[in-house]
């Protein structure tokens, strides 16, 4: 279907940011990434509480364009998040905040499914069922009664707002973590680590650059030898 195509589509989010990153590390970085996943997540959730069956009549068919532009937002930000969170994780912080960052990506897949469950939920299905007909009264007009379908427990306006709201808080969390005297603290204990990884990987440079000098040398010792 479109949405499935522009759901693929939306994957193309990681390599726009890795690109991005790569060619403006100090703008693109992963905070600011961060910030963006979860506020334009928020919106996008948010307009499709009250776009989502809206339709736009375009050469005489009708089209979800609202629905469609929103959801690759959506799919976008999903994609681009798996390649963000963690490595900012582990660019702020001790590595055993991994677990629970994946513990919380568990969970953006979790609350969703969970709330469908419970928009979903007939209790009246469980009820007992009607007594059986006999045999020989199957063409009476008890057996041509229809189950009504059930009705949703709550709308569809009312899950995305929910969803919303979920991204709302998720954004508040991070800006607690990254300003809140906790959050600064946690980012202390990781802060020799960053210096004792820099300073491996400039001694790392350094050694490579006077290997390859002492193998100019030697090439030019064998060079005036001969």
Known sequence: SVLTVISQIGQ????????????????????????????????SCFLLAFLWDQQMEINGRKYSIALY???F???LLDG??????????????????IIPNYIGESLAAFVPGLLSLIQHFDPSSSSSSSPS???????????????PSSEPLFSVTVFFIL??????VSTLALYLLLNTSVGKREQQKAAPIKRNQMSFSKNM????????????????NMMDVV
Not at 82 to 94: D, K, Q, S
């Open 69 to 71: 532009s929103l959801n």
């Open 12 to 43: 193309l989010g990681p390599l726009l940011f890795l690109f991005g990153h790569w060619y403006s590390p100090r703008k693109v970085t992963f905070v600011r990434t961060s910030y963006i996943i979860l506020l334009v997540g928020a919106l």
């Open 205 to 220: 440079s350094s050694l490579k650059e006077e290997t390859m000098i002492c193998h100019q040398l030697d090439h030019n």
């Open 163 to 168: 969803m919303s709201m979920l991204l709302i």
């Open 73 to 75: 937002c959506l799919s």
């Open 80 to 97: 681009t998040s798996t390649v963000v969170f963690l490595p900012f994780i582990c660019e702020n912080y001790i590595k055993e905040y």
């Open 133 to 147: 007909t006999p045999f020989n009264q199957t063409n009476s007009t008890s057996s041509s009664a229809q189950t």
